[in-house]
C-alpha cells in the first residue's frame, strides 16, 4: 500500500491500519479446481499402483529387529506364512535363530517405497507377541499400528500390575469392549501395549491407555463415552454440532487411604548393637559348661520330671473343676421403700390384733398362734389388692 492510497483512505474517513492487507498470490496460491470439489475425499488412502513406480528402487533398503528367546518356535512355525505374505510385495525377509534377529530388505522387484517401512512394523509386532495373522495385516495400507510403551508410566511395580489389570479387565471383557468399539486389535504384553488399526482408532487407543496408566481416567468410562459417541454418529442432524453437553462429565472421587504410621527413628549410634549370647556362653554362665556328661543328662531328666508333675497336677486339677459344685445365688432382700411399707403395715395389724385377742382372751379361750397366722395371711393380699386398684 502506497502513500496515495493512504490518502484516499482517510479523505473516505477510513483507517488504513484496520483495512486487511491483501496478499499477493504467486503461482504456487492459484487456486486449483480440486479444493473445492465435493466428490473428493481427502481422507481416503488409495491402494498404490504399481504402475506409478515401474523403475522399482535404486537403493536396498533394510531393517532388522530382536525377538526373544521363547518366541522363537512359534516363529519357525509361522515363517512361511510371513515370507509369502512379503514376497507379494517384492519385500525379501530371513529368519535368523542364532542371533536371535529377523530381516526384512527390498529387492529389485520392490514397487511400493513405503512398503519396507510397513514391513518393519511387522517384524517388531511378532518380536512383540502378537499372531502372525494379526501383524500381516498391517501390510495393507487401511492398516497401520503403534507399540505404546507403559513400562515407564508407573514407577511402582504393584501400582502398574494393578493398573495394566485395570486396562484388561476380568476375563479381558473391556480390552475386546475397546476392541470393538475402536476397530483394532490390542495385545498388552509385558511393558507394551501393541495395536493395530485405523488412524482414528490408534488415537483412541492410545489415549485411553495413557489416561488409564496415569490414573486420569478409568478404562470404563472411556467406554461409555465412546458408545455415546458411536450412537451420536448416527445422527445426520448432529453432525455439525458440539457433543460436549450430550457425553458424561466424571469427577475424580478421592479416596480416603489408610495413614501410614511413621516408625520413630532410633538416635544413632556408631557402635553395632551387641552381640546376642551364644549357647556355650550361656552354659559359662549358668555352670553347665564344666559338668561331666553323667550330670549334665540326670540335671535334663531332672527338669522334665519337674515339667511332667506340673502337667500331671494341672490335669488332675482341670479333672477335678468338674465335681466342684458351683456356688449357690443368696436370696437379696429387698431394700425398696414398697417392701419396707409392707413390713411395717404388717406389724401394725400384728398389734392391733395382739390388743384385740388380749381383750377376747378374757371372754372366751382362743388360740393365740392360730389367730395371728390367719390373720397376716389375710393382710397380705389385702395390700396387693391396693396396689393393682392403684
Request: net charge positive; with cysteine.
Given at each position: 500500500m502506497g502513500t496515495s492510497d493512504v490518502v484516499i483512505d482517510r479523505a473516505n474517513g477510513e483507517n488504513p491500519s484496520t483495512k486487511p492487507k491483501e496478499k499477493r498470490k504467486g503461482k504456487q496460491d492459484k487456486p486449483k479446481p480440486w479444493d473445492e470439489d465435493p466428490n473428493i475425499d481427502r481422507w481416503k488412502i488409495e491402494k498404490f499402483d504399481p504402475s506409478w513406480n515401474e523403475g522399482g528402487m535404486l537403493e536396498v533398503s533394510s531393517f532388522s529387529t530382536l525377538f526373544p528367546?521363547?518366541?522363537?518356535?512359534?516363529l519357525q512355525e509361522v515363517w512361511p506364512m510371513v515370507k509369502s505374505a512379503l514376497k507379494e510385495h517384492g519385500i525379501?525377509?530371513?529368519?535368523?535363530?542364532?542371533?536371535?534377529?529377523?530381516?526384512?530388505?527390498?529387492?529389485?522387484?520392490?514397487?511400493?517405497?513405503?512398503?519396507?517401512?510397513?514391513?518393519?512394523?511387522?517384524?517388531?509386532?511378532?518380536?512383540?507377541?502378537?499372531?502372525?495373522?494379526?501383524?500381516?495385516?498391517?501390510?495393507?495400507?487401511?492398516?497401520?499400528?503403534?507399540?505404546?510403551?507403559?513400562?515407564?508410566?508407573?514407577?511402582?511395580?504393584?501400582?502398574?500390575?494393578?493398573?495394566?489389570?485395570h486396562l484388561m479387565g476380568p476375563n479381558?471383557?473391556?480390552?475386546?469392549?475397546?476392541?470393538?468399539?475402536?476397530?483394532?486389535?490390542?495385545?498388552?504384553?509385558?511393558?507394551?501395549?501393541?495395536?493395530?488399526?485405523?488412524?482414528?482408532?490408534?488415537?483412541?487407543?492410545?489415549?485411553?491407555?495413557?489416561?488409564?496408566?496415569?490414573?486420569?481416567?478409568?478404562?470404563?468410562?472411556?467406554?461409555?463415552?465412546?458408545?455415546m459417541k458411536k450412537e451420536l454418529e448416527k445422527n445426520p442432524?448432529?453432525?455439525?454440532?458440539?457433543?460436549?453437553?450430550?457425553?458424561?462429565?466424571?469427577?475424580?472421587?478421592?479416596?480416603?487411604?489408610?495413614?501410614?504410621?511413621?516408625?520413630?527413628?532410633?538416635?544413632?549410634?556408631?557402635?553395632?548393637?551387641?552381640?546376642?549370647?551364644?549357647?556355650?556362653?550361656?552354659?559359662?554362665?549358668?555352670?553347665?559348661?564344666?559338668?561331666?556328661?553323667?550330670?549334665?543328662?540326670?540335671?535334663?531328666?531332672?527338669?522334665?520330671?519337674?515339667?511332667?508333675?506340673?502337667?500331671v497336677a494341672e490335669n488332675k486339677r482341670k479333672r477335678e473343676e468338674a465335681f466342684i459344685p458351683p456356688k449357690e445365688p443368696t436370696n437379696q432382700v429387698d431394700k425398696s421403700e414398697d417392701a419396707n411399707k409392707d413390713v411395717s403395715t404388717v406389724v401394725m395389724s400384728l398389734k392391733k390384733k395382739a390388743k384385740e385377742l388380749g381383750k377376747r382372751k378374757s371372754e372366751e379361750n382362743i388360740n393365740a398362734a392360730a389367730y395371728i397366722a390367719g390373720s397376716a395371711e389375710e393382710q397380705v393380699p389385702r395390700k396387693k389388692s391396693k396396689k393393682q386398684r392403684s
Open positions: 528367546q521363547y518366541r522363537e518356535k512359534y525379501s525377509c530371513e529368519l535368523n535363530l542364532v542371533e536371535g534377529s529377523m530381516t526384512v530388505s527390498t529387492t529389485r522387484k520392490t514397487r511400493d517405497p513405503y512398503i519396507i517401512v510397513k514391513a518393519r512394523d511387522l517384524i517388531k509386532l511378532l518380536s512383540r507377541s502378537v499372531p502372525a495373522p494379526q501383524a500381516i495385516k498391517v501390510l495393507d495400507d487401511e492398516f497401520q499400528c503403534d507399540i505404546i510403551k507403559i513400562s515407564g508410566l508407573v514407577r511402582n511395580k504393584e501400582r502398574f500390575v494393578k493398573r495394566r489389570q479381558s471383557a473391556t480390552l475386546k469392549a475397546l476392541e470393538i468399539l475402536t476397530g483394532c486389535y490390542i495385545l498388552i504384553q509385558g511393558g507394551t501395549v501393541s495395536a493395530v488399526g485405523s488412524f482414528k482408532g490408534l488415537k483412541q487407543v492410545r489415549r485411553i491407555v495413557e489416561e488409564c496408566m496415569l490414573n486420569v481416567m478409568h478404562p470404563v468410562y472411556n467406554i461409555k463415552i465412546l458408545m442432524e448432529l453432525a455439525n454440532e458440539n457433543w460436549d453437553r450430550f457425553l458424561p462429565k466424571f469427577k475424580k472421587k478421592n479416596v480416603k487411604q489408610k495413614k501410614v504410621k511413621a516408625k520413630k527413628k532410633k538416635p544413632y549410634t556408631p557402635f553395632p548393637p551387641p552381640q546376642p549370647p551364644t549357647k556355650e556362653d550361656i552354659e559359662l554362665e549358668t555352670g553347665e559348661y564344666f559338668l561331666s556328661e553323667k550330670r549334665r543328662s540326670a540335671k535334663i531328666w531332672q527338669e522334665k520330671q519337674e515339667k511332667q508333675a506340673q502337667k
